[in-house]
Each structure stands twice: as structure tokens, then as C-alpha cells.
């Protein structure tokens, strides 16, 4: 991907697409009665929200390219961040939410590490590394939470 109005195009989808699925994942784990979870899922939304912003913000004055669902380059057709999320329900448990969160961040990270290799664009290999780099800090905090949660 040379493009770099479609990198942000498609950044902006992902990151718009994890908000919402940590803010379900949230709830499922308000529902099942576990707080610190849930508040780590809301932070997590958060920072969804705050890279979506980014990626607006960096588009500067022009509008980003208004994608069809087939125009999206997602590995596999679908979002990396969507793929594996058809589970989420207030029954799940709270190791399979947190696998389940674990398993979107690592596929957004490899998005973003993927497209910063192989472009031939510097903004957009420069960008692509720096969105891998946020993915991967979120990928080691839900480490962290999994081992604390399997103390």
C-alpha cells in the first residue's frame, strides 16, 4: 500500500472497528462482574479512539477516500481487527475475552507491520511502523493482564 490517504482510510476503519469491539467486550465483562477487565477494555476503546483520531488528523485538509467494504486490502477480506470477534457475548468467560483481545491486537499489529514492509512509500512505511509500534504496546499490556488474571 503506496497510497497514503488509503493507508489512513483503512486505519481509521480498524481503529473505528476495535473502539466498538472493546467497548462490547466492556460490557460483556460488566456483565459477568468483572471490573478491572472492563476497565481495561474501556481504555483499550479509548486508545481506539484516540488512533482513529490520529489517523483523521493526519489526513490534514483532504477528505480520506470513502471505501466499499470490497475495497478494503484486510488480509482475508476482513478487517484484522473485526475477524475473530463473533463470540463476544456477557457469557463468555473472562480468559476467552481476553484471548479474544489478544488475538485482534497481535492481527492489527501484523496489519500495520505488513504494510510498513512492504511499502514503497516512506510517510506510509514511517506511519505503518508507528501504528505496528501502538498495536504492540497494546498486544504486551493484554499480556501482562493475562498473567496477572491467571495468578
Known amino acids: 500500500m503506496d497510497d497514503i490517504h488509503l493507508f489512513l482510510a483503512h486505519a481509521v476503519r480498524l481503529e473505528a472497528e ?22 481495561f477494555f474501556r481504555q483499550m476503546a479509548t486508545y481506539s479512539r484516540e488512533h482513529l483520531a490520529e489517523a483523521q488528523t493526519r489526513s490534514g485538509f483532504r477528505p480520506l477516500p470513502a471505501l466499499a467494504p470490497d475495497e478494503y486490502s484486510w488480509p482475508d477480506g476482513t478487517s484484522p481487527e473485526t475477524a475473530a470477534w463473533a ?32 511499502s514503497r ?13 501502538e498495536e504492540a504496546e497494546h498486544v504486551s499490556a493484554l499480556e501482562r493482564l493475562i498473567e496477572r488474571c491467571a495468578a
Open 18 to 39: 476495535a473502539a466498538r469491539r472493546f467497548e462490547e467486550l466492556a460490557d460483556a465483562m460488566h456483565t459477568f462482574g468483572n471490573a478491572e477487565v472492563e476497565a
Open 87 to 118: 463470540g463476544v457475548d456477557g457469557l463468555m468467560s473472562v480468559a476467552d475475552a481476553l484471548q479474544l483481545a489478544l488475538q485482534s491486537e497481535q492481527a492489527g499489529r501484523e496489519f500495520y507491520a505488513v504494510i510498513a514492509a512492504g
Open 121 to 133: 512509500n516512506p510517510r506510509v512505511k514511517s506511519m505503518a511502523n508507528e501504528f505496528a509500534a
